[in-house]
């Protein structure tokens, strides 16, 4: 080693994973808290019609965005379900007895009801939202549902007679202004937030398994392995080989003897068929495989793994049918040994 910053640096947790993590994080809570925002202002600075002035003048045209100040509002009379989606239809009253169709999300309904039932003859609403040409299948239920409980002698509503009473479109209150941008700062911020927490978790299981590891192996006795002038250093390919130890950084801090290795071997990790990165797998004593290095080329790392066998000739060195069979059967002789010893 070079210095004792450097050993300092390699015995002590990595920041790096937690900085960037939380910057993650705080760009991700800046996309969702904007996304709320243009959700919660969505109809600011927006030109809105007023429904019902639309209707009488006979300029209701679909993709129109209006408003609507209504006194009640009935159980939905249609429903329809989709694989994702769920659109329930309503009829609206106005102060002037007017009729009207509209969309409603549940919670918007809900928050409706609840408001009516408080407010009583006081009550008022305004709905905001976008108008589309009523479909055929929607006049049909509107009309089956508004002619239900009349009396004989009142007018039924028909085909002929249903623009009059109910105009020619309905209001959708769940498509809004700014709508699918909202949507998409939100989605993109919870997926940023969901890679901001793989960071955290990552920095915080490297800093917990380097305090683990240093219960286990005296922190002086690694500071003077890996200050000794013997020393085996490869810092791109985060393992150290010193005279007792072999010490791996890559997935935050490992230690192991040389008789704790009993095989290792090369594995490549491939993107389209194209090799994007090359380990050193270590199977240990105690059955767990563990990556200790890592190269973009395949040279260096048979330069460690050559190293390392100089220290413990009964590695089994390279990834074959045989070697992995070997492996399994002195991992399963150890543990019987074990067992013995008991």
């Not at 609507?68 to 989606?85: D, R």
């Not at 767990?288 to 190269?295: D, E, L, N, T, V």
């Amino acid at each position: 080693m070079e210095n004792n910053m450097e050993v300092e640096k390699i015995l002590k947790p990595k920041k790096a994973l937690l900085i960037i993590g939380l910057i993650i994080l705080a760009v991700a809570i800046g996309l969702i808290v904007t996304g709320c925002i243009m959700n919660q202002n969505k109809y600011e600075g927006v030109q809105m019609h007023t429904y019902n002035d639309l209707i009488s003048k006979d300029e209701d045209k679909e993709e129109m965005l209006v408003k609507l100040e209504i006194t009640n509002i009935s159980p939905a009379f249609a429903v329809k379900k989709g694989k994702n989606t769920k659109q329930n239809y309503h009829f609206a009253i106005d102060e002037y007895n007017y009729w009207y169709i509209v969309r409603l999300t549940d919670d918007t309904y809900q928050k409706i009801k609840n408001q009516l039932n408080s407010e009583g003859e006081n009550f008022k609403y305004v709905l905001k939202g976008y108008i589309y040409n009523d479909p055929a299948e929607l006049k049909r239920l509107a009309i089956s549902a508004y002619n239900q409980g009349l009396s004989a002698d009142a007018e039924k509503l028909t085909n002929s007679n249903f623009k009059d009473y109910l105009g020619s479109t309905y209001l959708d209150e769940t498509k809004t202004p700014n709508d699918s941008t909202a949507t998409t700062l939100i989605g993109v911020g919870i997926g940023v937030a969901i890679l901001s927490s793989i960071f955290l978790i990552i920095s915080i299981s490297q800093t917990t398994k380097l305090k683990s590891t240093l219960k286990k192996y005296d922190a002086e006795e690694l500071k003077e392995e890996l200050n000794n002038i013997n020393i085996e250093e490869y810092k791109k390919q985060s393992i150290y080989l010193t005279n007792k130890y072999i010490i791996s950084t890559i997935n935050g801090l490992d230690v192991f003897e040389y008789s704790d290795i009993l095989w290792l071997y090369n594995e490549k990790r491939r993107q389209n068929g194209i090799v994007i990165g090359i380990w050193i797998m270590a199977g240990t004593k105690n059955n767990k495989r563990i990556q200790i290095a890592s190269a973009n080329k395949e040279d260096i790392l048979i330069e460690i793994m050559t190293k390392i066998k100089e220290k413990n000739q009964d590695i089994l060195i390279g990834f074959t049918g045989e070697n992995n069979k070997q492996y399994k059967e002195l991992v399963k002789n150890i543990k019987m040994e074990k067992m013995n010893e008991k």
